[in-house]
C-alpha cells in the first residue's frame, strides 16, 4: 500500500445512511448473538430476525443490513426485529439511531439492564454526535472535531502499510473499508467497549476490535503510563 494517504474534506457522520462495517463471512462466528439472556421474554428468535442475529456475529454488516430492510418491507414490528435493528445501529456505530430504536424496547420483556445500557447508548450518542470521517483505500478513521484529528493521517498510513501483510497472512480479506473509531474520552470508550476502567488499568488495554471496527483511545485519557498498546477482540455485549 503507498504510503501517501491523501486527507479529503472529511464527511460530516451526523444524519447520514450508516457505513457498511468490515464482514467477514468465511470467518467462524464469535460466540455473541443470539444469546437467552440477551432476548428475555421476547420468545425464541426465529426467520429473518434469527438470520440478522447470525450475520451480525458474523461481523456481515452488508447482510445483516440487507435483512434489515427486508424486516422494515414486511412491516415486522415485534420485539425481537427491534432488538436486532438497534444492536445493527450500534454496530454501525449510529449511537443515535440505536438510542432511538432501544428507547422503544419493552424493558420488562428485555433479559438485560434495559435502563442502565439505554444510558449508556444515550451518553455515547451524546460524545459522538459530531464525529466526522476521512477516508484511504482500506480504511475510515472516525474522529471528534479538535486534537485527536492529528491521530489521523498517521493512523491511516499505519493501517494502509499493514493491509497488505495481513490480509495475506489471513488469507482473508474485509468485504468493506474497516471503521477506526476515536473516542475523546475514557469514559466514552467505556460506554462503546463495556470495559471498566479496572479493566484498562489491569490489562493497558487502549484498543478493542468489536462491533465489526477498531474502537481506540488516547493512553492519556485513561490515566495510563505503559509505553505498549495491547489490542484485544472482544465479543458483543451492547
Not at 28 to 35: A, G, I, K, L, R
Not at 44 to 69: M, N, P, R, S
Not at 89 to 111: C, N, P, Q, V, W
Not at 156 to 161: C, G, H, K
Request: glycine share 6%.
Amino acid at each position: 500500500a503507498s504510503d501517501n494517504v491523501r486527507l479529503p474534506e472529511p464527511n460530516i457522520i451526523r444524519n447520514r445512511p450508516l457505513v457498511p462495517g468490515a464482514g467477514f463471512p468465511n470467518e467462524t462466528p464469535p460466540s455473541e448473538v443470539p444469546q437467552r439472556r440477551d432476548v428475555g421474554d421476547i420468545g425464541d428468535l426465529e426467520g429473518l430476525v434469527k438470520d440478522g442475529f447470525t450475520a451480525l456475529a458474523k461481523w456481515d454488516l452488508k447482510a445483516a443490513d440487507e435483512i434489515a430492510e427486508k424486516i422494515k418491507n414486511e412491516g415486522m414490528d415485534d420485539e425481537g426485529a427491534r432488538l436486532f435493528l438497534y444492536r445493527l445501529a450500534f454496530f454501525h456505530g449510529d449511537y443515535s439511531a440505536a438510542f432511538s430504536i432501544m428507547e422503544t424496547l419493552d424493558r420488562e420483556k428485555l433479559g438485560f439492564d434495559h435502563q442502565r445500557t439505554l444510558e449508556r447508548v444515550r451518553k455515547l450518542a451524546g460524545v459522538m454526535e459530531n464525529a466526522i470521517e476521512f477516508e484511504s483505500e482500506h480504511f475510515i478513521v472516525r474522529v471528534i472535531p479538535g486534537p485527536d484529528e492529528i491521530l489521523v493521517k498517521n493512523a491511516l498510513r499505519t493501517a494502509e502499510r499493514a493491509y497488505d501483510v495481513l490480509t495475506k497472512d489471513l488469507q482473508v480479506k474485509p468485504t468493506s473499508k474497516v471503521v477506526l473509531e476515536f473516542f475523546p474520552t475514557f469514559q466514552a470508550f467505556n460506554w462503546a467497549t463495556g470495559l471498566s476502567e479496572k479493566d484498562v488499568e489491569t490489562s493497558g488495554t487502549v484498543a478493542v476490535c468489536k462491533y465489526s471496527r477498531m474502537m481506540i483511545t488516547d493512553r492519556k485519557s485513561t490515566r495510563l503510563n505503559s509505553s505498549h498498546i495491547p489490542l484485544s477482540r472482544m465479543p458483543s455485549s451492547a
